[in-house]
């Protein structure tokens, strides 16, 4: 834990920036599905759970999780990959502009499996994901992908060649769909990106012929689609490139739990049928952690907590902080 970049790392969090505000939509999140029934969210504290009164702040979720943090060896690390790590963050100090946001991220997962970043509004999430894809400042360290001598450093690597050349997706927090172009178009456009588009197209069928969702609405606009059909759409899309690696931010934010349940089904598939990796950031820590082989609890910039997603449910402080419970 790099204690002399603590500051810096809190003042940064209290800014929030957009992401603040689009976390605290967690209306999709814990309330919908975080355990049923008014009485239960009255009397349950934590996280973006609970009545008014229960909530606990984002500093104060931040101070307590950083009470309990974990010293992570890199042999725990290690140990939560199976097989080979196929993604590998080492030593990560990144930032935006001058600003240190993230201080000495190690993060490995092996290929084919999921890790879920679960913390606190502004603990840095999305910013490991836009640092493995290329959207921010990299100070110091390394990410890898590929397993042994096939390892590709790609600390370096434009977004553009991210996709192209190492396989790497990115679904983002914000909504990225072509709002003027029809939904088939859209799916399309994950081909055009990928220099594809005959292979495109076919999978673009094979997407309408799965959810007939967006086939009855293959011809819309996106824009006139809702919330929940838009996030489908985002999801596809990335389908349509054929990545390797998959990264999610907030796959069910704002969604309702149909429509949780949907996205969630087609991340599984992609995992478990498509042989995907996933790293994704879900504020919704309960279905994000029973869903992901591996969870990382993030807070101010740090790794504080490392495990299985099962470990992490297991967790009393994380179940207490995070899961409402
Ligand atoms: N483009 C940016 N420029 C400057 N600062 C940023 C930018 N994006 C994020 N930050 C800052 O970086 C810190 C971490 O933000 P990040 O978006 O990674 O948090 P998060 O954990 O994803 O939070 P949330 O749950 O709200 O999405 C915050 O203090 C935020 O204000
Ligand atoms: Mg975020």
């Known amino acids: 834990m790099a204690d002399d970049n603590k500051s810096a790392s809190s003042s ?29 969210k009255e009397r349950s504290t934590g996280y973006h759970m609970g009545s008014v009164d229960t909530v606990i702040s984002v500093e104060e979720v931040s101070k307590q999780v950083e009470a309990i943090a974990q010293d992570i060896t890199q042999e725990q690390i290690d140990g939560l990959v199976a097989g080979e790590p196929y993604l590998t963050i080492s030593g990560l100090h990144a930032g935006y502009g001058q600003m240190e946001i993230l201080h000495d991220i190690n993060l490995k997962v092996g290929r084919k499996q999921s890790l879920c970043l679960i913390g ?25 992908v590929g397993t042994g001598a096939n390892a590709v450093d790609i600390t370096k690597m434009s977004p553009n060649e991210k996709l192209s050349k190492a396989g790497i997706a990115y679904i983002l927090q914000d909504k990225s769909v072509f709002p003027g172009m029809t939904v088939e178009e859209n799916l399309w456009m994950g081909g055009f990106l990928k220099n594809k588009p005959a292979e495109a197209k076919e999978a673009a069928e094979k997407i309408f012929d799965k959810y007939p969702r967006l086939a009855a609405r293959r011809k819309h606009l996106a824009k006139v689609l809702s919330g929940g059909e838009r996030r489908l759409l985002e999801i596809s899309r990335a389908l349509v490139m054929n990545p390797e690696i998959l990264l999610v931010d907030e796959p069910s934010i704002g969604l309702e739990p149909r429509f949780i349940d949907m996205v969630f089904e087609i991340l599984e598939d992609l995992q478990n049928k498509e042989g995907k990796t996933i790293v994704m950031v879900e504020q919704n820590a309960k279905k994000g952690l029973e869903f992901a082989d591996l969870g990382y609890v993030l807070v101010s910039g740090e790794v504080a907590i490392a495990g299985t997603g099962q470990e992490l449910l297991d967790n009393p402080n994380v179940g207490r902080l995070f899961l409402g419970g």
């Open 12 to 40: 940064a969090s209290g800014t929030g920036g957009t992401s603040g505000t689009s976390g605290t939509g967690g209306t999709g999140g814990a309330s919908s599905t975080g355990g049923g029934s008014e009485n239960d």
């Open 120 to 144: 606190p509004n502004g603990a840095g999430k999305s910013t490991i994901l836009h640092s493995i894809f290329g959207f921010n400042n990299i100070f110091s360290g390394k990410i890898t």
